[in-house]
């Protein structure tokens, strides 16, 4: 079956360098979620879209900003980058009239700034 | 808030022993009851679920029951294999509204197993 794609796999960026991960759900999911994993820490929620329309904001700093296509597609646009942004960022996704919106994980993005 | 406390790792184990991780939750409305695993360099896997009181979830012989009289999730196996060894997060989702049934996780267990 097909599970959620994310892109790059991974990505090294400099210090005020922007970042852009790219997310493709399942295929009928409506709900994309974002989540930032720092080493050795429990994933971290960010930001969710339902129908392409933000649904729900987490720990997300002011300079990262996400959107949902209309295809579904998600990204998550990161800029002035800081080390502390180093961390493992997972999409996933889910359907609220499917298997009792069970939410779905990609494999991750990890981001390393240096 | 929300919130999922679980056990404090790393926890070592013999192939063949009894596994237990505990897990309880804080929530204000009726949580459904996840546990997911992340195998070394991979990412995060739906390993079972329970959606309302007294359901078991179960899947490659680990089970959890959900038991809202405790607030507790434990996760079991009754022999552990070396590819068990990974990390282990419980999590729990609460979410009335369309989109914002996100997840709240553990702080994860760090689960190995020697042959």
């Known amino acids: 079956a097909a599970g959620v794609i994310q892109s790059p796999r991974h990505l090294i960026k400099e210090k005020r360098e922007t970042a852009t991960l790219k997310c493709y759900p399942i295929p009928r999911h409506d709900t994309v979620y974002w989540y930032q994993q720092g080493p050795g820490q429990d994933p971290q929620f960010l930001i969710s879209f339902y129908e392409k329309m933000q649904s729900d904001k987490g720990s997300i700093p002011d300079r990262f900003s996400a959107q949902q296509f209309s295809d579904y597609h998600s990204e998550l646009n990161m800029s002035s980058l800081e080390l502390g942004d180093s961390a493992l960022y997972f999409c996933?996704?889910?359907?609220?009239?499917?298997?009792?919106?069970?939410?779905?994980f990609g494999e991750g993005s990890w981001l390393t700034v240096v | 808030g929300d919130s999922v406390t679980q056990m404090e790792g790393p926890v070592t184990l013999s192939e063949e022993a009894f596994l237990t991780i505990n897990c309880t939750y804080t929530?204000?409305?009726?949580?459904?009851l996840f546990w997911y695993v992340q195998y070394p360099g991979e990412g995060l896997q739906l390993l079972l679920k329970a959606t309302k009181a007294d359901d078991k979830g179960s899947n490659k012989g680990f089970e959890a029951t959900y038991r809202k009289e405790t607030t507790s999730f434990h996760l079991e196996k009754g022999s552990v294999q070396v590819s068990d060894s990974a990390v282990y997060f419980c999590?729990?989702?609460?979410?009335?509204?369309?989109?914002?049934?996100?997840?709240?996780f553990g702080t994860g267990t760090r689960l190995t197993i020697i042959p």
């Open positions: 929530a204000t409305g009726y949580p459904s």
């Open positions: 999590a729990l989702m609460i979410g009335s509204n369309f989109g914002n049934e996100k997840l709240t």
């Open positions: 996933a996704s889910s359907s609220l009239w499917q298997r009792g919106n069970t939410i779905y």
